[in-house]
């Protein structure tokens, strides 16, 4: 059984950092690209960072470059997303989600087939 499980959402002040993990299970990960994405209330799905099958190459959206860091441990059969200098833009329910037919991955949510459940990261003071 394909499955995406998210972790380490939670609460978290301005400034301050959290590490987001996506454990995949019934699929070899090295096999797919991963990408993570973001949804705020009444805003659309926003792909935040992947990362490629092919090469481990990485992109990140605009938004949070120089302050997501998006990382693979095929062994651990686990991505990471550790999201440094947080805002309240942040804010997001985020979700991870895998896709086996691309080797380079993409920030647009259409690549992607599986898709986890989500963790709700908060950034507020």
């Known amino acids: 059984q394909v499955q995406l499980v998210e972790s380490g959402g939670g609460l978290v002040q301005p400034g301050g950092s959290l590490r987001l993990s996506c454990a995949v299970s019934?699929?070899?990960?090295?096999?797919?690209?991963i990408g993570w994405f973001r949804q705020a209330p009444g805003k659309e799905r926003e792909g935040v960072s992947c990362i490629s099958s092919s090469d481990n190459s990485t992109y990140y959206a605009d938004s949070v470059k120089g302050r997501f860091t998006i990382s693979r441990d095929n062994a651990k059969n686990t991505v990471y997303l550790q999201m440094n200098s947080l805002k309240p833009e942040d804010t997001a329910v985020y979700y991870c989600?895998?896709?086996?037919?691309?080797?380079?991955?993409?920030?647009?949510?259409?690549?992607?087939?599986?898709w986890g459940q989500g963790t709700q990261v908060t950034v507020s003071s």
């Open positions: 989600a895998a896709d086996g037919r691309f080797v380079w991955c993409g920030l647009g949510y259409l690549q992607y087939d599986r």
């Open positions: 019934g699929f070899t990960l090295d096999d797919y690209s």
